[in-house]
């Protein structure tokens, strides 16, 4: 791999493009030596997977460590009192 390419400042950038292609913009990137960390939140699980996916296939030599989370959303745990 040409080593402009390794740079972790191209790495983030391809990175974000990809994701932005992707309709996903509120994800943190992040490049450490060989590993990529993505972290925030999504709505689903299947959209977890697919955007851990995607950049491992960006970066096939490079370890994904995939960070987001899924947004639990749900019912209240109790009504509200209006008293």
């Known amino acids: 791999m040409n080593e402009a390419r390794r740079e972790p400042e191209y790495v983030v950038a391809r990175i974000r493009r990809a994701l932005e292609q992707e309709a996903e913009l509120g994800l943190d990137v992040r490049v450490l030596r060989d590993a990529i960390y993505l972290a925030g939140v999504v709505a689903t699980?299947?959209?977890?997977?697919?955007?851990?996916?995607?950049?491992a296939e960006l970066f096939p030599d490079r370890h994904v460590v995939n960070g987001i989370r899924v947004a639990v959303i749900g019912e209240p745990a109790a009504p509200e009192s209006l008293e």
């Open 45 to 55: 699980e299947p959209r977890r997977a697919r955007l851990g996916t995607l950049v």
